[in-house]
């Protein structure tokens, strides 16, 4: 069965602290690794998608990074803006898999 | 451009009442899905549409109808809710079936069943 697991739960970083997010997936076929941001009170947004192993995406304070088991969300040098829920999501052949998440927060 | 709306923001039933939760989307896209999001779970599908007048059974269908109404519009029907139907509900659309990646979702509907 298709699953994707989120490390950690909960994350609490000082402004400026760099640090990492994990994405765990085992699905048969993977034919994308998505990540969203999730504001709270609001729909998920979109940041990355990911198709192949060795392929990064960067987007402001963001890097996201594929392996064939996993996939990683590195903040460098964060600022309280980005406190939020970081969701990953993989495709396989038939449907898209979500991740339960992991909230950010980030102390000024 | 509003992208994805959802009506109501919020509502709260009784158990057994029945209620329609209402997606609109003005992207042009072709394919719409209703999500259900739990505290410690991801987000589970419930039903999808990969086109207009197609519907089919995502992960978590049971309790739930859906009806695509036209291409800007999918609603999801609950007939008699349960209290396990206490979820925040997202409706999300994309460009095509094939293009699941990009869903652009809406802002949800915060449901709670007593």
């Known amino acids: 069965e298709d699953q994707v697991t989120q490390s950690p739960e909960a994350l609490r970083l000082q402004e400026g602290e760099s640090s990492s997010l994990n994405c765990s997936y085992t699905?048969?076929?993977?034919?994308?690794l998505f990540w969203y941001r999730q504001d709270p009170g609001k729909g998920p947004e979109f940041l990355f998608t990911?198709?192949?192993a060795g392929e990064e995406k960067e987007k402001e304070r963001l890097k996201a990074t594929l392996t064939k088991k996993e996939s990683f969300l590195h903040i460098t040098a964060p600022k309280p803006e980005d406190s939020a829920t970081y969701l990953c999501?993989?495709?396989?052949?038939?449907?898209?898999?979500f991740g339960q998440g992991t909230r950010l927060t980030i102390n000024p | 451009n509003a992208g994805v709306t959802q009506t109501p923001k919020f509502q709260v039933l009784k158990t057994g009442q029945s209620m329609t939760l209402q997606c609109a989307q003005d992207?042009?896209?072709?394919?719409m899905y209703w999500y259900r999001q739990d505290p410690g779970m991801g987000l589970r599908l419930i039903y999808y549409?990969?086109?207009?007048?197609?519907?089919d059974k995502g992960e978590v269908p049971n309790g739930y109808n859906v009806s695509r109404l036209n291409k800007r519009e999918f609603s999801l029907r609950l007939e008699s809710a349960a209290p396990s139907q206490t979820s925040v509900y997202f409706c999300?659309?994309?460009?095509?079936?094939?293009?699941?990646?990009?869903?652009?979702f809406g802002a949800g509907t915060r449901l709670s069943v007593l």
């Open positions: 999300a659309s994309s460009e095509a079936i094939d293009s699941w990646d990009i869903q652009y």
């Open positions: 699905v048969s076929g993977l034919r994308g």
């Open positions: 990911l198709y192949s």
């Open positions: 999501a993989a495709r396989g052949a038939q449907k898209l898999v």
């Open positions: 992207m042009n896209h072709n394919s």
């Open positions: 549409s990969a086109s207009e007048g197609t519907t």
